[in-house]
């Protein structure tokens, strides 16, 4: 679903060919490996955010809501929440801010901890969540665009990129 017409060509595979002939051989199947990845991240963002935006949330907002749906309790401190997330702290304040502000989430303080504050969902926020996760399932996740065996073999790829940067420690090489 590009928003723009087809192009005749693969600008990817162009600039690969490009790299080669200006002597860059050695770095061209990488710059051809970030730059896919960095297109497919733009086009699975322009599907997630069509989905998302009837409903008023961000895949940001959309994702401390689900993170906050998985707990037992519902809610978490926003240091973990950060931590969960990948995300500054900043960010997470952001989205809490945002989302409070909706009626989906509020701020309590912690039962034991006076420095500590959780962001707790609120009944209509994990409605918001659960409702925004089935759809992104039925319209992105189910289908994006991999399947099978590839899909099982991209995610690990993946995994293996994300774990040598440094992402997380699991030794697992399976990718889920």
């Known amino acids: 679903m590009p928003s723009a017409p087809k192009l005749p060509l693969d600008p990817i595979a162009e600039a690969h060919r490009q790299w080669v002939r200006h002597g860059w051989t050695d770095a061209a199947d990488g710059m051809a490996a970030v730059t896919s990845i960095m297109r497919v991240q733009q086009i699975m963002m322009a599907r997630v955010d069509e989905v998302l935006k009837p409903t008023g949330l961000t ?70 969540a659960v409702s925004a996760t089935e759809q992104l399932n039925d319209r992105v996740f189910g289908d994006p665009g991999v399947a099978g065996r590839e899909l099982d073999s991209l995610v690990a790829i993946l995994a293996g990129v994300r774990r040598r940067a440094g992402d997380f420690d699991d030794e697992d090489d399976s990718g889920w």
């Open 59 to 128: 895949f940001a907002r959309y994702e401390l809501l689900t993170l906050l749906t998985f707990t037992r309790t519902g809610a978490l401190p926003m240091a973990k929440a950060s931590a969960r997330l990948q995300v500054h702290p900043t960010s997470v304040t952001n989205a809490v801010d945002r989302l409070e502000k909706a009626g989906l989430v509020t701020r309590v303080p912690h039962p034991t901890d006076r420095r500590t504050t959780l962001v707790e969902i609120t009944d209509s926020g994990r409605r918001l």
